[in-house]
């Protein structure tokens, strides 16, 4: 017969971290990468004194250092994945990181519009053909970087039209596998691909049909672009940091499944997420037929992502037939 020890109720607090290994070797690539070109252009532009090769490369610079915050997050998370001090784990490291990401892409975007701005106000000229070699080769480079980083990013696709009424689109109130940390650095490659395509463009247009003009006006359109991710990226990311209230599905999912016969009723409830695809949940029973907090766990769907519940059960005397 098997003699029950405290062993028996405890767990580890790791949430969300069983393929972020595979993740973090993606980044590395990535970074590798990207230094790699940074330091090729920047010796370009200095030895053929190229002033678009030294200023593309010293922009590489600033999604290396984004990158470099991805890799350490991952690497800190992992490391300090068992650290007691940390309550739930280290879970929301990569929600910390996606949301340093995302201020770093609004920096990049308002720095856009900025320089933007004032090449519109006063146009300077363009060596059209060494440019669009630059932009060309930034743009490969940020292809092969996307696509690393997207077959460790999953689907990926986020609503960022999320709004205050505590919906975010959980379809089916299911879990998706939420790597903010990924997505910042993903989100940052694919801006400085979006950069490179409209200055193509730009530049073929100005080249060809002498619209100069177009070439400032597309870093306006891309800094609006890159802007509206990073906003959305920091709703997200700061949703998790401020533990706010899961969706409404989820919520209303774990009410229905406790409240299912009738005679139980859930008095408080709070869920939050704590690392990618998992959640904690607190919630407060009240009815006049308690039974052990095991009971009412079991009863909890499985496709929710509830890492780790608490339940109190209080008894409300005199309810027979429910608590009203």
Not at 10 to 32: K, Y
Not at 78 to 99: C, I, N, Q, W, Y
Not at 217 to 224: F, R, S
Request: charge should be negative; proline fraction near 3%; charged fraction near 20%.
């Amino acid at each position: 017969m098997h003699t029950r020890t405290l062993d028996d109720w405890t767990h580890v607090h790791r949430f969300g971290d069983a393929d972020t290994g595979a993740r973090e070797r993606r980044v590395l690539w990535v970074i590798g990468l990207t230094a790699a070109t940074m330091v090729a252009e920047i010796a370009g532009g200095i030895a053929f004194g190229s002033m678009a090769l030294l200023a593309d490369g010293l922009h590489m610079a600033s999604h290396v250092t984004a990158l470099a915050i991805t890799a350490f997050a991952y690497a800190f998370a992992r490391r300090h994945a068992d650290d007691p001090r940390f309550s739930f784990g280290t879970g929301k490291v990569g929600s910390l990181a996606g949301f340093a990401s995302a201020v770093l892409l609004a920096g990049f975007a308002g720095v856009m519009a900025v320089e933007s701005v004032g090449r519109l106000m006063a146009p300077r000229e363009i060596v059209f053909d060494q440019a669009l070699v630059v932009a060309a080769v930034g743009l490969a480079v940020n292809a092969v970087s996307a696509v690393l980083l997207r077959g460790g990013h999953g689907h990926g696709h986020h609503h960022d039209h999320d709004d205050d009424h505590d919906h975010d689109h959980d379809h089916g109130h299911g879990t998706h596998d939420d790597d903010h940390n990924l997505h910042g650095a993903y989100l940052h490659v694919i801006a400085d691909a979006l950069t490179s395509v409209l200055a193509i463009l730009a530049l073929l247009a100005g080249k060809l049909a002498g619209w100069v003009w177009l070439d400032p006006l597309m870093g306006i359109v891309g800094a609006l672009l890159i802007a509206h991710w990073s906003w959305g990226l920091l709703r997200r990311t700061g949703a998790v940091l401020t533990d706010r209230q899961a969706p409404l599905p989820v919520c209303r999912a774990i009410t229905d499944a406790i409240e299912g016969d009738g005679t139980d009723r859930v008095a408080d409830l709070h869920v939050w997420s704590i690392g990618p695809g998992s959640r904690a949940a607190i919630l407060s029973v009240v009815t006049d037929d308690p039974q052990a907090p095991a009971h009412y766990r079991e009863r909890l769907p499985d496709d929710l992502g509830l890492a780790h519940v608490s339940i109190e059960v209080h008894r409300c005397p005199n309810q027979h037939g429910g608590v009203p």
